[in-house]
């Protein structure tokens, strides 16, 4: 079995200001991660994803995350918040082998302040 | 990159009339797809996993009746409500995997609302 825990479910940062959003996962075996960005009203885009080699991932839009297996943490962060990253932060778990089902955290809305 | 369109981006509906919403894959081919539905301010849940060319396998609690799958091709499958109720109202969002990407492409999302 797998899940996804997301501390915080309201963020908010002042503009320029670090952006943190934490997210711990449990996995019987070797976890894909991923982070996804909802716009509202719109789908999901894919932030950045981990799957296996380098534990630091950047993705879109100058995010990072990092990949913890002794803390089976995936943290997303952002050095300097723009007005524009206001959106909600949905991390997420599955694993390897085929078409697997994707466990979503509860999501996380990041407001930015001017 | 890969991308999963999704059709309608909304759509207002009676009750007790059905809806259908289709999910395609543009440039991949994607014999498995899935629905996810997502109530407001929550998470997204797996509602099915729909396989091309054979039954959709839906999750506990999911009424297969009123939530008709159909993966008809390799590059598209529907999602239709059936006999629709308020409750049904809901943003639903589909998925599909590139080959080889080892991630998830989501469409855009289908805002239903029922009156």
């Known amino acids: 079995a797998q899940s996804v825990t997301q501390l915080g479910s309201h963020v908010s940062v002042s503009e320029g200001a670090l952006v943190l959003l934490r997210c711990n996962y449990s996995?019987?075996?070797?976890?894909?991660l991923f982070w996804y960005v909802q716009y509202p009203n719109q789908g999901l885009q894919l932030l950045l994803k981990?799957?296996?080699?380098?534990?630091l991932v950047k993705g879109i839009n100058g995010f990072e995350a990092e990949f913890k297996k002794s803390e089976t943490s995936f943290h997303l962060t952002k050095p300097s918040a723009h007005m524009s990253d206001a959106a909600e932060y949905f991390c997420?778990?599955?694993?390897?082998?085929?078409?697997?089902?994707?466990?979503f955290g509860t999501g996380t809305k990041l407001q930015v302040i001017p | 990159g890969a991308v999963v369109s999704q059709h309608p981006s909304w759509v207002i509906c009676k009750s007790g009339t059905s809806v259908k919403i289709e999910c395609r894959s543009l440039?991949?081919?994607?014999?498995?797809m899935f629905w996810y539905r997502q109530f407001p301010k929550q998470s997204l849940m797996l509602m099915a996993t729909?396989?091309?060319?054979?039954?959709?396998?839906?999750e506990q609690g999911v009424e297969k009746d009123k939530f008709l799958i159909n993966h008809a091709s390799l590059t598209l499958s529907t999602l239709t409500v059936t006999s629709a109720h308020p409750e049904d109202s809901s943003f639903y969002i589909c998925?599909?995997?590139?080959?080889?990407?080892?991630?998830?492409?989501f469409g855009s999302g289908t805002r239903l609302t029922v009156v």
């Open positions: 998925s599909a995997t590139p080959p080889g990407e080892g991630g998830y492409t």
């Open positions: 996995s019987s075996v070797p976890p894909y």
């Open positions: 981990y799957t296996t080699g380098a534990t």
């Open positions: 997420a778990v599955t694993y390897s082998g085929g078409y697997q089902k994707v466990t």
């Open positions: 440039d991949f081919q994607a014999t498995t």
């Open positions: 729909s396989n091309e060319g054979s039954k959709a396998t839906y």
